[in-house]
Structures are given as structure tokens and as C-alpha cells.
């Protein structure tokens, strides 16, 4: 079935042997805190890394890539103005926003700071703008899903605020890998900063992504994510030891641990590759 669903996305998962545990042809074992990972080489699908990749775990903000591709797929006017409104608040988790109710945006503007702040208001106007609303987009997202092969995602807000959205590793790999098709979604995830006015305030965000932010990787695409019950969640494509790979962390906990494993990710394929020529 995951083999199958891999090529209805385009990916087809080669075998691969276990890369957790130390051999005299192998670099150092590499050890991940996050409860679930899986790297894949992106040219040919194979599985670089991998650690409980099919277990289903609330994603959280990784939630908004599926939301900004149906908009797109909507064919949005991304200069059309939508107005932040109090019914765009978080009522599930009821976090702080740097957005302002009334703040006016364009629909560009917005799926930015969605996709590269992880802004849940501007998630929310956006998805409330969709032809039938917040219910039609949530909908759209399930048959995206399906679309895409992914037998175990599914949706109920398009924030990624709700727990009842979920995922696996495996999953996420080719979301990502679909969403990197969009130019849009490229761009506006891999920006370190943006800029906006509300009133007479100049408001700036910044990529939630620390390793977008510090410039010394080679990112096409990132999507962080956290509620309590996901831990803190990464998804990215990027180029490592030379060759495209998508990248998944799930569950991670502690503030910095999903960026160690990445960079902890990054080292071992590195040697690795450069150990076997």
C-alpha cells in the first residue's frame, strides 16, 4: 500500500536498509530525538533515513502546505484584499498573533505570513475567502489528500490547530514533495523576513524556520509546526551531500531538539556520502 500510494505521488520508496545502527563501512550511529523521521533522496525516492515513518501524529502547522496549495489550486487573486476579522482568531488554542483585527492584506500577503510565519489569523481569512468557506476548504484538503496518496492524512481546520489533524512521516514526504511544485509556496517558505503595515505600525515577521533564518542551508522549502500534542514538528526540501532530499521531523520536544536533529542529519549524510565517494 505505501509503495503504491509513493508512486501516485511520484515517489517511488526503493528498499533500504536500516541506517540506525554502526557497521565499519558506515559513519558514527546516528542518534534522533525525534519520535519520527524520515529523509528521502527526492530523485530517486530512496529511504536515507528512517524512524517510525507510517505512525500517525497530529501535525500542526505543517497543516498550512496542503491549506496554501488548495487555495492556489483555487486559482486565488493573490491581489485581492481580505480584512483580518475577530471570527479569524484562534478559538481552539487561543495563541497570540501579531496580526491585528482589521488589518487589511492582500491575499498574497497573507498566504506569506501563513507560510513563512506560521500566521494562524492569515491562514484562517484566507480559508474563510475560499469558494463555500473554512468547511469547503477543510473538505478540499481531505480530497487533496487523496489525490496525493496520502491514506493516512486528514483534516479539521486549515491552521493545523486542531490535534484531529494528522499524519505520518511518510505521508509528509510526499506533501512536501507536491508542494514544491508550487513556485509560490517555495518562495514565500524559504524568506527569512517580511514586512507589513496595519495602520500607521510597521509589523515584521520572521521565518519560524531558525535554519532558513541562519542562511547556511541550501532550503527550497520548510514548514515548521507545534501544538502540545504534535511536539514540535519540520518538514523541508533541501540539498544535502550534493543531491535533493525531503526532510521530515515529528514530535520532537524541547525547543531547539528538531533543528539538532536536522543539523545531526545533515553531518552523518554528509560523512557518509563522502566516506562511500
Not at 70 to 91: T, Y
Not at 120 to 125: D, E, L, P
Not at 172 to 183: C, D, E, G, I, R
Request: aromatic share 4%; hydrophobic share 45%.
Amino acid at each position: 500500500m505505501i509503495k503504491r500510494a509513493l508512486v501516485a505521488s511520484g515517489i517511488l520508496l526503493t528498499a533500504c536498509a536500516s541506517l540506525f545502527s554502526a557497521s565499519p563501512r558506515r559513519p558514527a550511529r546516528l542518534m534522533l530525538r525525534s519520535a519520527a523521521a524520515l529523509v528521502l533522496d527526492q530523485d530517486t525516492g530512496r529511504a536515507l533515513v528512517e524512524k517510525q515513518a507510517d505512525a500517525v501524529r497530529p501535525i500542526a502547522s505543517i497543516t498550512k502546505l496542503m491549506t496554501a496549495m488548495v487555495l492556489l489550486d483555487s486559482h486565488m487573486d493573490l491581489q485581492a484584499p481580505v480584512v483580518i476579522e475577530n471570527r479569524d482568531k484562534d478559538m481552539i488554542r487561543f495563541s497570540r498573533s501579531r496580526l491585528p483585527v482589521g488589518t487589511r492584506l492582500t491575499r498574497g500577503q497573507a498566504l506569506r505570513l501563513a507560510l513563512m510565519a506560521s500566521e494562524n489569523r492569515a491562514i484562517n481569512a484566507l480559508a474563510r475567502c475560499f469558494p463555500g468557506g473554512v468547511p469547503a476548504c477543510v473538505k478540499a484538503m481531505d480530497a487533496k489528500a487523496r489525490e496525493l496518496g496520502l491514506t493516512e492524512t486528514h483534516f479539521k481546520d486549515p491552521a493545523g490547530l486542531s490535534s484531529g489533524n494528522v499524519s505520518c512521516a511518510m505521508d509528509l514526504a510526499k506533501l512536501v514533495a507536491a508542494a514544491y511544485q508550487y513556485p509560490l509556496i517555495r518562495e514565500d517558505t524559504t524568506r527569512a523576513k517580511a514586512t507589513i503595515q496595519s495602520g500607521r505600525r510597521t509589523i515584521q515577521f520572521i521565518n519560524t524556520d531558525a535554519l532558513v533564518r541562519a542562511g547556511r542551508w541550501r532550503i527550497g522549502l520548510s514548514k515548521t509546526g507545534f501544538i502540545n500534542e504534535a511536539g514540535e514538528c519540520l518538514v523541508m526540501q533541501a540539498m544535502l551531500a550534493e543531491r535533493p532530499v525531503l526532510i521530515v521531523l515529528l514530535d520532537s520536544w524541547g525547543k531547539y531538539t528538531r533543528i539538532g536533529d536536522a543539523n545531526r542529519i545533515r553531518q552523518w549524510l554528509e560523512a557518509r556520502f563522502r566516506r562511500n565517494g
